[in-house]
Each structure stands twice: as structure tokens, then as C-alpha cells.
């Protein structure tokens, strides 16, 4: 199974500054034959379902705010918040989604500072 | 509007039984991949099973393989999670989640949950 470890375990950004979440795979999730990235990330907010954020490492999921950004590719992957508002206050993980078992990161909290 | 509600958690005795549903609705349920999903209190995301569009293949992760069975019935755009031998550590959260995007294990829609508790 693919192990995904997010760094840090929680980071606390002041409003307006900018938020960076880090995630490592133990191989590499991109498939050379469509030079794909399997990487999603998701935010779950207190009480809620996890939302997904971002997909193929970089694609913005549709009424996403741009200031939620992906990059990285192969084994390492970064989410940014350009600019951290206070509804972005959540839990982040990092999920891949080549092959079975999916298998998602620790999980990052981001709190306000 | 794209929608999973689940139901079906409680409180279950260690050793006990309950069958998981997920109704989705917004969709045509027979095109898409299915997952059910995991979060014990105040854990991370654990991701438990999935079958694919018509049924014929499923994957379970080790920790409920030979005592769960995922399933889904097209005709009534509903997905199942029967759990046996329920221990206290299967306590948790579970989420169905779709899969619109076509990546089989990308999950692009969730439900918002039903709580299972394994306790005596």
C-alpha cells in the first residue's frame, strides 16, 4: 500500500498570510502513459464531510477559491492557502487516487494565529 | 443537485451486526464507482471499501476483509455496507463517497455520515 505522510500536524497561519500543507508518498503516484499526478486533497471542517479541494495534484475542483492552490509531482506534493481566511480553518488531507486501497494522510490542521 | 444520505449507524454489542445504506440521488448511480470511508472520533480518513459501477468487483481494506461485504442495487441507486463481527475499534464515522470524475478512487462527492458505535 502507498503510505502518505503530511507535514506538519497543524500550523497556525495569521489571516491574510499564506498556509502551505506538505504530503510525501511512498512511490510515486504519477502514470507516465497520461503524465498524470494521482493526488487529491480534501478539506473537512468540524461536524462536515471531507470537500475535495483539488485533484490530479493541480486541478481545482469546480467553486473552489483560487487562493487554494496544488503543485509537486511524483512523491511530493504541496497544498497552498495564498492568502488564509477564516473559513479555511479545517483539517486538510492529502489522498491518492491511483490504485486500491486509496490511502490518505495523517491530516494537517490549520488554525488561526 | 448531486446527493448521498446515509443511515443505518448505532449502537451495535461487539460481535453484533448492521447493515450501512447510502441513497444517492442527482445522478446516474449505475455509471459511477462507490466507496464507503471511515473516521473514528477524532482520527483521520480511513478508507474501507469500494465496488465498482455494476457490481461485479470489490476491494476491501484488511482491517474489515472476511467480515464486511459492500453492495449496491442500481435499480434502487442505493449502496450497502453489511458489517459482521463489529468490534470496538469499527466505531466510527462512516461516509459513502461517488466518484463522478471517473477516477475510480478519487472521491468527489461525499454524504455526511452515519455514525456506528461498538460497545457493549
Known amino acids: 500500500d502507498i503510505v502518505m505522510t503530511q507535514s506538519p500536524d497543524s500550523l497556525a497561519v495569521s489571516l491574510g498570510e499564506r498556509a502551505a500543507i506538505n504530503c510525501k508518498s511512498s512511490q510515486s503516484v504519477l502514470y507516465s502513459s497520461n503524465n498524470r499526478n494521482y493526488l487529491a486533497w480534501y478539506q473537512q471542517k468540524p461536524g462536515q464531510p471531507p470537500k475535495l479541494l483539488i485533484y490530479w495534484a493541480s486541478t481545482r475542483e469546480s467553486g473552489v477559491p483560487d487562493r487554494f492552490s496544488g503543485s509537486g509531482s511524483g512523491t511530493d506534493f504541496t497544498l497552498t492557502i495564498s492568502s488564509l481566511q477564516a473559513e479555511d480553518v479545517a483539517v486538510y488531507y492529502c489522498?491518492?487516487?491511483?490504485?486500491?486501497?486509496?490511502?490518505f494522510g495523517q491530516g494537517t490542521k490549520v488554525a488561526i494565529k | 443537485e448531486v446527493q448521498l444520505v446515509e443511515s443505518g449507524g448505532g449502537l451495535v454489542q461487539p460481535g453484533g451486526s448492521l447493515r450501512l445504506s447510502c441513497v444517492a440521488s442527482?445522478?446516474?448511480?449505475?455509471?459511477?464507482?462507490m466507496h464507503w470511508v471511515r473516521q473514528a472520533p477524532g482520527k483521520g480518513l480511513v478508507w474501507v471499501s469500494r465496488i465498482n459501477s455494476d457490481g461485479s468487483s470489490t476491494s476491501y481494506a484488511d482491517s474489515v476483509k472476511g467480515r464486511s461485504t459492500i453492495s449496491r442495487d442500481n435499480a434502487k441507486n442505493t449502496l450497502y455496507l453489511q458489517m459482521n463481527s463489529l468490534r470496538a475499534e469499527d466505531t466510527a464515522v462512516y461516509y459513502c463517497a461517488s466518484t463522478l470524475k471517473g477516477s475510480g478512487s478519487l472521491m468527489d462527492v461525499w454524504g455526511k455520515g452515519t455514525t456506528v458505535t461498538v460497545s457493549s
Open positions: 489522498q491518492h487516487h491511483s490504485n486500491t486501497p486509496p490511502t
Open positions: 442527482g445522478f446516474t448511480f449505475s455509471s459511477y464507482w
